[in-house]
């Protein structure tokens, strides 16, 4: 059996904008370095994806110097790397969960909501603020950043093989948003994996994970379809959700890379 090896490490900082593709990341206890520390909520202070407004598909962000960079429509901003705290804190809601954060700034949230074209505030997730994953799936009261309920996502790369001989069109790995791709093994095998190492970086998987609709957007045009899910539900649909990839919780806090091998310990 080929050896199984890291591909891809993906971030995305501003929940549900474009994702960033790195070589290396670093494990933080609530998600990857970086990865979905600000949201944009509306005027009732609820979070918002591309699920409604798949315009943010078309957002795209980089890092440069410590800093997220932000462009659209030739059109860019930078987001202060500060996730500290402040005076203004206030509650947001995201899911079911209710969070505390606080605005970037008036700039950057008018920034955003000129070209969105909705009022909206970009908030940002200090490191030390609650928000506990769902404890039927966890031991260690662990936490998650602004991704939808865990910190960490993995897709095998022989999954995504897989659904691509079954569509009329291949479809890119990015619209499932993973945060690990792995080559080696075979389809689908990531569903039973428990305990892993990712080079020295320790993980639990702990759900599969269930897709919502946003999979079904195109991330370079932000156009809606009625792909990979319509498929996927023939094939990956249990008690009416379907199925792609495995959610993660770290043991440790370490550097994963490119090219990392992944070390199965439990299945």
């Avoid at 947001?92 to 955003?112: G, K, M, N, P, Y």
């Avoid at 908030?123 to 309920?149: G, M, Q, T, W, Y």
């Amino acid at each position: 059996m080929a050896d199984l090896l890291v591909s891809q490490i993906w971030i995305y900082p501003i929940k549900s904008l474009g994702g960033i593709s790195l070589q290396s990341a670093k494990v933080m206890p609530k998600g990857l370095e970086f990865d979905r520390r600000w949201m944009l909520v509306d005027s009732d202070r609820k979070f918002i994806t591309q699920r409604v407004h798949s315009r943010m598909a078309l957002f795209k962000q980089s890092l440069s110097n410590g800093q997220v960079i932000v462009t659209f429509n030739g059109h860019s901003i930078a987001i202060p790397n500060n996730t500290t705290p402040n005076d203004d804190s206030f509650k947001v809601q995201i899911w079911d969960d209710v969070v505390t954060v606080s605005e970037v700034s008036a700039e950057h949230s008018r920034w955003f909501s000129g070209h969105l074209g909705i009022d909206t505030k970009l908030v940002s997730f200090p490191e030390n603020n609650e928000r506990r994953v769902d404890p039927k799936f966890i031991s260690h009261e662990e936490h998650v950043s602004l991704a939808d309920a865990y910190p960490f996502l993995i897709i095998g790369q022989s999954s995504m093989d897989d659904l691509n001989k079954r569509l009329d069109h291949k479809l890119s790995i990015r619209r499932f948003r993973p945060n690990f791709v792995f080559t080696g093994g075979e389809p689908y095998e990531e569903d039973t994996w428990k305990n892993f190492q990712i080079g020295a970086a320790e993980f639990t998987g702990v759900k599969r994970c269930a897709r919502c609709a946003l999979p079904n957007v195109d991330p370079d045009t932000a156009e809606k379809g009625i792909e990979p899910l319509r498929t996927l539900s023939i094939y990956r649909k249990v008690d009416s959700k379907v199925f792609f990839g495995q959610n993660l919780i770290a043991l440790n806090n370490e550097e994963v890379h490119v090219g990392d091998r992944i070390i199965l310990k439990t299945t």
